[in-house]
């Protein structure tokens, strides 16, 4: 074996490469600044205000950074998301002006209620049998009203991440009425009850009061429910499915490719935070465990990647020609 890994034999053998066109790079857009401000959990990124956020975009976009995924935080919460959907709303007004600094940007939105609602659940609440908690179907009406009014703003691509049942085929079905038919789905299709969440809780100020999300999102342990939630957002019309976290759940990356869309791996907070926290320490690199951990997405199965990290991983790539 040793012979094909000679220096200049190894790169010519490669099997996976990373490139700048598999990166997405998520911001945090708050309504309440007028300045940039650090996100404690989360070092090296910021919440942007709405009228920074154009010359952020046009940052990355130079670095070669193809694509953003937005998350807003808005002036107002109330018990039904209202804010969510207002076309004059944190996001919406971050999209338009993007489109109109950047106009080629892949612009995905986050369409979700929990940085929206006053009690942090990722849409309407209500009695179940169960006690308080996220209500299915009533919840469907408020994806569709945001995932409008992201589109009407100029998003190239919606993402669903509240894993409500039917919420794939209820947007497509409302876009599509809209004459939106043009606007992509990436669906967050299965997404775990992750504790790698926590640092996102801060940056998006998404904390719920009551409760938990194990009753919408997978159990860690389920690989066939998994699978399945994949597969309904693919029969539903999603057009990119994905998996996140990424990192401890390359198995299931791994499958989901035999479904036969693209598949997304998102890296997320707790993620970049493990990664960061223990580079500030001085015991890990960064630039090698971070390009590491994206290769084996990569290897996995991923055709884009999230990742906090897109910036910097730019730059990297741009060093290694
Ligand atoms: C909102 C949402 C979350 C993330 C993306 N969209 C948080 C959650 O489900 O609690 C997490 C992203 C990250 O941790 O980087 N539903
Ligand atoms: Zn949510």
Redesign the pocket.
Known sequence: MRRSRSRNIQPLLREVTLSKNDLVA?LFVDENLDSPRPIDSMPGQFRYPVNGIATVVSGLWDKGVRAVLL?GIPKTKDKEARSAYDPDGVVQQAVRRIKAEVREMVVIT?V????YTDHGH?GIVGETRGGMDLLNDPSLKLMDRIAISHAESGADIVAP???LDGVVGSIRAALDNEGLEEVLIMA?ST?FA?A??????E??D???SFGD?TTY?VHPGNSREAILESQMDADEGADILMV??AGFYLDILAEIGSIGLPVAA???????SMIKAAAANGWLGEKETVMESLTCMKRAGADLI?T?FAADVAGWLDEKQ
């Open positions: 998520p998350f986050d979700c209620a929990c940085e990722c991440s509240c894993m967050y997404k992750s790698l969440y926590g640092p996102f809780r940056a998006a998404s904390g719920f999300r999102q996140k976290p998102y890296q997320v907070s707790g993620e970049y999230i906090y």
